[in-house]
Structures are given as C-alpha cells and as structure tokens.
C-alpha cells in the first residue's frame, strides 16, 4: 500500500485533477489546515489555545521556474511576518524543491537565506525540511552554512536512511537542531533500510543520540511505542522536558496528542497550508493505513 501511494503522489495527470477537485479537497482536509494563509494562522491559534506550538508548511513542491520560487519566498516571509504579528507561538518549515533548488542552486541558496535572515531578525527559526535522498547532501550543505550565519535555522534527519547516523552526529556537533522522522519516500535498499523493524530500530537509537547530544530534537513520531520509549529514555536520564520536544502532523492522533500535553511535555504541530496539497496528502496515506481506513469510514457516512 505504501508504493502505491508513492507512486501515485508523482503522477502530474492525477495530481492536477486533484488539487482542482472541490470534491478530492474536501478529503484532504483532514491532513491540511486551509488553501490560504488567514485559514492556517486561525488554525494555529486554535492550536495555541491548547497549549501547543506550531509550525507552519506552504505547500508547493518543485516548482518549474524561478518565479514560483520567488513567489514561495515571498509567501513564507508573509507568514513569519503575520506569526509575530498575531503572536502566534511557531515557526515555518520549507522544502528546497520550492525555493527553486532543481532550477537554480545559487538562486535557492539566495532565496532560503532571505527567509532566514528574516527569521533571525524576528527571533525565529526556520525548519528545512529533508526531501528525497537526491538532495540530502545539497540540503545539509545549504543548512550549515545558513546556521554557521544566522543560526536560525535547522533540519530535519529521516530514520530510513542508512547514512542518518553520521549526519545526526555532523549536525550535533555544530549545535544545530534536527528534527527526526521516519522518511516518506520511496528508496532503494542500498539507500534506506525497507524493513520496517529496521527504520524503527534506528529511529529509537538515533533519537536517544538526539536527546543525549543534540540541540533541543523534535521527536517526530505518531508511533505509540516509540513515544513510550522516548518518555522512559528520558526518564531514566533525567533529560528536562524542556529541552527536547514531540512533533506531530496536523490531524494526525489528536489521542496521543492530548495526552501529550497533558503529561506536561511540549508539543509542536506541523500545519500545511496552500492549494499544491496533493504530494503531502498521498505521503501521508503512504504513512499509515489508519488514515486510508479513515477517510473510507468518513466517506461511508457521507
């Protein structure tokens, strides 16, 4: 199930028709916080009131010119001017396909930096997130000079991937901060582990290096039991709750997400927005099953 919503996540056909289908948009509702940006910051107040953080995600993968570039730029720049604005408790993640790096390397680079410097001078953080495993090197790369300038910035680590251990350890040692998820894209097995027992197994290890030596990890997770064994991890260390924090996905275990807060540890929820949700939306029924069983108990009723 899981290469078969990789796979229809890159058809452009089924994609287009999709993200112009108000029928199609209403499903995908569940996962995405609103097409424009007013809709996501009332979401993000919402979530605020709860006692939650946030991170905002315009969505919009690998754009076909610099001018879509520019124009993702420009969009995450409103949205952290309208976070300080509102007083809004969150920050912004980004892909660098958005910001123009199949196009141009030195016109992303340009366009990331702006977003930024923009962010250090606001006293805020921008998340870069990690896409496939073709641009991790260019997205470290991008990452540690941004932070060696600004230090406003950070990344994200996928457990899937073979060679995340010694990325964890690079990105540690420079004090930048990693967000760790499991990966939501199709590898080969030379690249990324294909058994699940394995990606989980070096999600655990690689999160416990996180919590001993990083700078203040995001634990991504919707996974019950490695959540549990993050708790007793950090228990048996007597690792602050401060100094680390739980990141999940926008409509995704609101269960575990209540339960969360209410122990007392922080949580941040990732909220896409924008009307180029389609890539986002198949990702995440690749994830998790439940949320395919989801939307067919949902339709059902409808």
Known sequence: MRTF??????????????ETSRWARQLAARFVAGDNLPDALATCQRINAEGITVTLDHLGENVTSLEEAEASRDAYMQALTEI???????????KLTQFGMDLSLDACRANVEALVRQAAELGNFVRIDMESSEYTDRTLDLVTYLHSQYKATGTVIQAYLRRSRKDVEMLSARGIRVRLCKGAYLEPASVAFPHKADVDRNYIELANLLLESGVYPAIATHDERIIEQTKQFVASRKISRDSFEFQMLYGIRRDIQKRLVNEGYRLRIYVPYGQAWYPYFMRRLAERPANVFFLVRNLLRS
Do not use: A
């Not at 919503?5 to 999709?18: A, I, V």
């Not at 300080?84 to 980004?94: A, F, Y």
């Open 84 to 94: 300080t604005k509102q007083g809004i408790h969150g920050n912004v993640s980004l």
């Open 5 to 18: 919503f990789l796979f229809l996540s890159r058809q452009k056909h089924l994609r287009k028709w999709m």
